[in-house]
């Protein structure tokens, strides 16, 4: 079967023993998670030509994407797990200095490997440890330990558990915080990013101290209050894909991937998951990027809204310590 794995490029990690990151992922958080679907939809990615992987403890899809990643090296569409990237992610439960090693274990054993390429801190919150619940009571965040959160981390990638370490929804202030602190600093930021979220301030930073920026969301879903996607919706975005012969998603993908950054598009239809990986033989004009630069921006996900119960009160923390927008 003919693959497109040499058309998609890679980036180096700055973290040593990583192998290099695939520019775009395959995102696989659905809710609710059916196993039979994930396992489908991996397998069918596979032969596609993806090659890298996102999923978290909180997905629940650690375990079908581990059995169909085993499925399709047995059926030789991989010649080994060495030729995929897979992401893992702490939840927020598992913030706590003396759980993550024990919490990556437990995604290693459903992933059946015995390593992930890059394992995340989920966000920059830190609930009491316990089952992981949607939504979270307020008075369930505590504050995070930034410093022994991230040795545990650093002890994971020193095991070999993890070939590289990282974060996600981290805005610049919660870098800093874990800068001051790292040996290892974080290979890579996960956060929503798209043209209508275009995370400048970040990126530049990012960018200043050497870490790789993922894009969850790169087509603004998450957008669950049923008015309408504002990234799909953009005429700007549908005006130039008309011009240039491609869809709105594939544009707003190959911006992402010109700014230097890796989109994790979630997709489960096979022709979308094929659609999505032609964006790297064409570019977009200068005039097209200025454009796509003066889109209004919007930010979807956000910490109280997302995670937490409207009642109750953040007793130990203080929300602005958690949130994750900044412009």
């Known amino acids: 079967m003919a693959s497109t794995t040499a058309a998609v490029p890679e980036v180096a990690l700055r973290s040593g023993g990583a192998r290099p990151m695939p520019a775009v992922g395959m995102g696989t958080a659905k809710f609710p998670a059916v196993a039979e679907t994930t396992v489908k939809a991996v397998l069918e990615a596979v032969e596609v030509g993806y090659r890298h992987f996102d999923t978290a403890a909180m997905y629940a899809t650690e ?41 990556l274990r437990e995604s290693l054993q459903n992933l059946q490997m ?75 930021n996960q956060v929503e990013m798209n043209p209508v979220w275009q995370q ?11 870490i790789h920026v993922a894009a969850y969301s790169p087509l603004g879903g998450q957008n669950w209050s049923g008015d309408g996607n504002a990234v799909l919706d953009s005429e700007v975005l549908a005006e130039i894909a008309r011009a240039r012969g491609k ?31 032609g964006i790297f033989d064409w570019g ?17 996900v956000k910490a109280a809204g997302m995670l937490f119960s409207a009642e109750g009160e953040f007793t130990s923390v203080d929300l602005a310590d958690m949130e994750i927008v900044e412009e």
């Not at 569409?77 to 759980?99: D, G, I, M, N, Y």
């Not at 504050?143 to 040795?151: L, S, Y």
């Not at 981390?153 to 800093?176: D, P, Q, W, Y």
């Open 114 to 188: 015995e390593y992930v390429d890059l394992y995340l801190i989920h966000w920059p919150i830190s609930l009491k440890p316990g089952p992981a619940v949607f939504p979270v009571k307020r008075d369930d965040a505590v504050p995070f330990d930034f410093e022994g959160v991230w040795r545990a981390m650093e002890e994971c990638h020193r095991l070999g558990l993890a070939k590289a370490i990282g974060v996600s929804n981290f805005t610049t202030s919660h870098l800093h915080k874990l800068l001051a602190a790292a040996t290892v600093p974080p290979a890579v």
């Open 247 to 277: 869809t709105v998603a594939q544009v707003a993908l190959r911006w992402i991937y010109e700014q230097g950054v890796t989109p994790i598009v979630k997709s489960f239809s096979k022709e979308r998951l094929k659609e999505n990986l």
């Open 63 to 103: 375990r079908p994407l581990g059995e169909a990643l085993a499925e399709a090296v047995r059926r030789g569409l991989l010649a080994s797990r060495k030729e995929v990237f897979v992401t893992s992610k702490l939840w927020c439960t598992q913030c706590h200095p003396q759980l993550v090693i024990r919490s």
């Open 200 to 210: 400048r301030k970040l990126r530049g930073y990012c960018a200043e101290k050497g």
């Open 284 to 300: 977009l004009a200068d005039d097209d990027l200025r454009k796509i630069g003066q889109i209004p921006q919007k930010k979807i």
